[in-house]
């Protein structure tokens, strides 16, 4: 063989090489719990409920134009991490189902599933207020019978080995630190507690759904924390010059400040159980003092919104909008852009360790 066709031949293969570690797949599955955040479409199937984004101009960035039901001009954090790790965006839970907790066909669920929920909390009683959701208990109730089926179906010790691998991403609790005390609206049991006896009944319910899922065959965990909620525009709006909301920034923190000790507790008294932990609050004011560095022009303003700082809920199709969608910092009152999305899960995949640890996604991932 002459050497140009040796050195054509070894450019293939180096680029047939790297084309393949692009698209590697990296867990088997990733499945979702969460609120808007991560919510793909799971609200637009239930019917009293005020938490919807399936109309425009929610979508205008997404492929194909579509108003999905995310709450974001493009895609939002789920599809990230499932670009990251080489799957397609895991599908909504209500879509893959007849009906909730009836499964047809188990097989759809092997690359996993996304149970998100926009408005919902931790606490069943959070987000009552825009009508009905799907509480974090209720959520990990649906995987108990996907769990089941894929038992069933691929024998246990087969399930159990893919759920072992897979990732199962908790990005929930900025509606019950934003919301608490709505929440006592609906619940009398917590109306007499403090801010941080408020908090611990919150913890103490996102632990033992934790337990919950590890006794279904969950393993790896990544686990987001309240993120920085007192600087969203639907809060700055009140605030003069359009500062952040402390008070509801200082909740932010209590809850934080009670995570991490619960989760090392967790992993202290869970052998093979492992998590990486997102400062998504040290990570949001990161994105705000640096704003200009990351290519944020605007960081106070949503892009679509009513009102101060177009902090107004919600985008509808007649609200006033921004004219880059890619500088602006948060889409609508309360989520980011798809620019600041994507900016979050490299962050969680690839570190600073000062805001994911004790391990990076992909570290955790390469357990
Ligand atoms: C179940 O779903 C898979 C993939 O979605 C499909 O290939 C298969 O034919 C389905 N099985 C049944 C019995 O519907
Ligand atoms: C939350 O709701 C679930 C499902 O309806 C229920 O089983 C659970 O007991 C509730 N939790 C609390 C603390 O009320
Ligand atoms: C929109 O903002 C992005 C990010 O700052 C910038 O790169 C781009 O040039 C802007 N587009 C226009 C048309 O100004």
């Known amino acids: 063989m002459a050497n140009s066709n040796i050195l054509l031949l070894s450019f293939l293969v180096i680029f047939l090489s790297r084309l393949n570690f692009l698209e590697a797949q990296l867990v088997p599955a990733v499945f979702i719990f969460g609120d808007s955040i991560t919510d793909v479409g799971n609200n637009n199937y239930l019917k009293n409920t005020f938490a919807k984004a ?31 790790v080489g799957l397609p965006s895991s599908p909504p839970y209500l879509s ?29 009683s959070t987000g009552f207020i825009f009508g009905e959701v799907i509480p974090l208990w209720t959520q990990i109730d649906y995987f108990a019978t996907v769990s089941e089926e894929l038992k069933q179906q691929l024998g246990p010790s087969a399930a159990q080995k893919l759920f072992a ?20 609206l609906a619940d009398p049991s917590i109306k007499n507690k403090t801010p941080q006896q408020r908090m611990d009944l919150i913890l103490a ?35 003069k010059g359009g500062e952040c909301n402390e ?34 609050y040290g990570v949001l004011q990161n994105l705000i003092q640096n704003a200009k560095h990351y290519g944020f022009d605007e960081f106070k303003a949503a892009c679509c919104g009513q009102g101060n700082y177009r ?19 948060f889409w609508d009152p309360f ?21 994911t640890f004790p391990f990076s996604v992909h570290q955790l991932i390469a357990l």
């Open 205 to 239: 319910t996102l632990e033992e759904q934790l337990r919950r899922l590890y006794d279904y065959g969950a393993r790896k965990f990544l686990v987001i924390g309240a993120s920085a909620v007192g600087c969203c525009p639907f809060l700055r709006a009140w605030e």
């Open 335 to 355: 989520h980011p852009t798809e620019a600041a999305q994507r900016i979050l899960i490299d962050i969680f995949f690839d570190g600073p360790s000062k805001y």
């Open 96 to 124: 893959l189902v007849s009906r909730p907790g009836k499964i047809n066909n188990a097989t759809s669920f092997l690359t996993g599933a996304n149970f998100a929920s926009a408005a919902a909390g931790i606490l069943n």
């Open 247 to 280: 008070v509801v920034n200082s909740l932010s923190i209590m809850y934080n400040e009670g995570v991490t000790p619960m989760l090392r507790k967790l992993k202290s008294e869970i052998k093979d159980m492992s998590y990486t932990y997102y400062d998504s």
């Open 165 to 184: 691998k897979s990732i199962f991403m908790m990005a929930i609790g900025n509606n019950d630190v934003m919301f608490s005390t709505l929440a006592l």
């Open 311 to 329: 902090g107004i809920p919600t985008c509808f199709q007649i609200s006033p909008r921004c004219s880059n969608r890619s500088d602006h910092l």
């Open 54 to 84: 399936n109309f425009t101009p929610n979508g205008i960035d997404f492929p194909g134009m579509i108003p999905t039901g995310r709450f974001c001009n493009g895609k939002n954090v789920a599809d990230f991490v499932a670009e990251r």
